[in-house]
């Protein structure tokens, strides 16, 4: 496995194989917790207080200066990392043992701007439909007063892992 550690969280990549040998849900919950690596895009927004059930995640992250864009507010792609990962975490806890996912496309809508003063925000993901090829899913970010800041769909291939 390939790791790097950064102070109090270690990033990598987990081997398809170890991916193939778990159920999706148990898979998720393995990164959440932390006997299974955080991907190294999970770097640019570091999530804490991470939860999974099956066809919904919830993650939690600060928006701060180093997010920011040229004309003063957090980029998008914060919030597109934050809405992609929660909604293709959302699919993956419903795949079965030896499946996987990707995305095929999604569509952001951006309701308020962030700033480092927005604190805390919430990123929830839902599984929308589980199919045998495709999936769908949804995602919505909300500061602590519960106002709705970016919320996203998207469409997922469902596929059967390689073995080994």
Same mark, same amino acid.
């Given at each position: 496995m390939s790791k790097a550690?950064?102070?109090g969280i270690e990033f990598g990549v987990v081997p398809v194989s170890v991916?193939?040998?778990?159920?999706?849900?148990?898979?998720v919950r393995g990164i959440f917790a932390g006997s299974l690596p955080q991907p190294p895009i999970m770097q =640019?927004? *570091? %999530?804490?207080?991470? =939860?999974? *059930? %099956?066809g919904h995640v919830v993650m939690h992250s600060v928006p701060?200066?180093?997010h920011y864009n040229p004309i003063g507010s957090v980029h998008g792609g914060y919030a597109a990392i934050?809405?992609?990962?929660a909604m293709g975490l959302a699919v993956?806890?419903?795949?079965?043992q030896g499946s996987g996912y990707t995305t095929l496309e999604f569509k952001i809508s951006f309701v308020k701007a962030?700033?480092?003063a927005t604190g805390v925000v919430r990123t929830e993901g839902t599984t929308l439909s589980f199919g045998r090829r495709a999936a769908t899913a949804e995602a919505r970010i909300v500061?602590?007063?519960?106002?709705?800041?970016?919320?996203?769909?998207?469409?997922c291939l469902v596929f059967e892992l390689p073995k080994g």
């Open positions: 550690v950064v102070p991916l193939a040998s778990m159920p999706g849900l148990d898979f =640019t927004v *570091e %999530p804490f207080d991470c =939860t999974a *059930e %099956p701060s200066l180093r934050l809405l992609d990962s993956q806890t419903q795949c079965p962030m700033t480092e500061d602590t007063q519960g106002r709705l800041l970016a919320h996203a769909t998207t469409t």
